[in-house]
């Protein structure tokens, strides 16, 4: 790589061969139907582990899927399956039982074990701190059995879960490809920005963006925060563009968002952009009305074509972009129209640009654009760890990584 992460061990400071390593990694991914699909994260992660296997290191891999109570929550036996498309791998239902010890033990220098899901134990999750996980009983059960911990799973980085801080707590660690990659990107694009600076801000949940903003008012280092989706036509409430309808004004979750955009919009009423048309459906066709003749409660599934030009003409213009959230309902192909145009727009710009959260990612190949015309961006895989990394960059899964070698390799 041309650029170096600063204060990270990476694969390359350490003498794998031989060595039991255990890998953190995501691949968690998207469900449908009860099928696990192949997605980046798991084509990202397997290019690092085969970096581990090229080495003759023996990697265990610890990783989850889903969360306890949600309809993705599942064992990693798909998952197994999908890595065997770029590597020979065992996998055992077991995470820190007899069989998964005896399994890891059992490893031969340049084998990989795939542990069942590390979210189905309880003291995965507890709050606490690194030094306390370092003290539990998944901790203590795996870590005498490996000599170094590598954490590819950026994804996570910031949650202080077991298998996120307490092993690099007690074992020599860091990161691997995926995340060396992330922090160099993030690290450009929020302390080393160019103006104009335009942040494109979507997505369905507008509350997950409020730090966001908030911190990027604060630094006025941007020139227009362009919004699309649920938080566009939230500020469109927040202006007076749109009268509240009885259902929302009874919805406390959806006044307290609003209150809060009326909040950003006293600060930034020159930064923050909204749509100015968008995209209904009507007889189960795409129609496009200025916002003024947008409903109570009516959904707006896409910004129209005006709102797309305004916004691709700031991109074009743009030295740095941040994006988080796609523009609408990319998925249905009459509402992924405002998507693509921005996309597009990144595209032709010359700006360095940086693009988060699984939907993103995943929008951009479903609206037909090619990444390599992307040459000026990084896609980043993360969803929460990304948009933490902009509000706090003392994340608990990246500190508890730094210089973390009890000995020289």
Excluded: W
Aim: hydrophobic content about 40%; some cysteine; proline content about 3%.
């Amino acid at each position: 790589m041309n650029e170096k992460v600063k204060d990270f061990l990476t694969i390359d400071d350490f003498d794998l061969d031989g060595k039991t390593v255990l890998f953190r990694a995501d691949i968690n991914s998207v469900v449908i139907d009860g099928q696990v699909q192949m997605k980046e994260r798991i084509v990202e992660n397997a290019k690092t582990i085969q970096k581990l296997l090229d080495k003759k290191a023996k990697v265990v891999i610890l990783a989850h899927q889903g969360r306890a109570g949600q309809a993705d929550f599942m064992h990693l036996e798909q998952h197994a399956q999908l890595l065997r498309n770029f590597m020979d791998l065992k996998y055992i239902d077991d995470i820190m039982g007899p069989s998964a010890r005896a399994a890891i033990k059992g490893l031969d220098r340049g084998e990989v074990l795939l542990l069942d899901n590390v979210r189905m134990l309880a003291e995965e999750t507890l709050s606490k701190t690194p030094e306390e996980h370092s003290q539990s009983l998944f901790v203590k059960s795996l870590a005498p059995l490996a000599d170094i911990y590598i954490n590819d799973a950026f994804s996570v980085a910031h949650r202080s879960h077991a298998s996120v801080v307490g092993f690099p707590t007690v074992l020599d660690a860091g990161i691997g490809r995926l995340m060396e990659r992330e922090l160099i990107a993030l690290e450009k694009a929020a302390y080393l920005i160019k103006s104009p600076c335009v942040y494109i801000l979507g997505g369905v949940k507008p509350e997950e963006v409020f730090d966001i903003i908030n911190v990027t008012l604060e630094r006025k280092k941007v020139e227009s925060i362009l919004t699309t989706g649920a938080l566009g036509t939230l500020f469109l409430y927040a202006s007076g563009t749109i009268e509240l309808g009885e259902e929302q004004k009874e919805d406390e979750h959806f006044m307290q968002n609003l209150e809060q955009a009326k909040r950003f919009l006293e600060k930034g009423k020159d930064i923050i952009k909204y749509p100015e048309d968008v995209a209904v459906a009507i007889d189960g066709k795409r129609r496009e009305i200025p916002v003024a003749q947008l409903k109570p409660n009516q959904v707006a599934y896409d910004i129209g074509a005006k709102t797309g030009e305004e916004y691709s003409e700031r991109i074009r213009n743009a030295r740095t972009v941040i994006m988080k959230g796609p523009a609408g309902l990319y998925e249905d192909k009459a509402f992924a129209k405002g998507t693509h145009d921005i996309f597009e727009a990144i595209s032709d710009s010359e700006a360095y640009s940086l693009l988060g959260g699984g939907h993103t990612s995943a929008a951009i190949s479903d609206v037909g654009i090619d990444r390599k015309s992307m040459s000026n961006a990084h896609v980043s895989l993360a969803g929460g760890a990304f948009l933490r990394y902009f509000v706090d960059k003392h994340l608990p899964g990246i500190e508890v990584l730094k210089n973390r070698s009890f000995k020289k390799f």
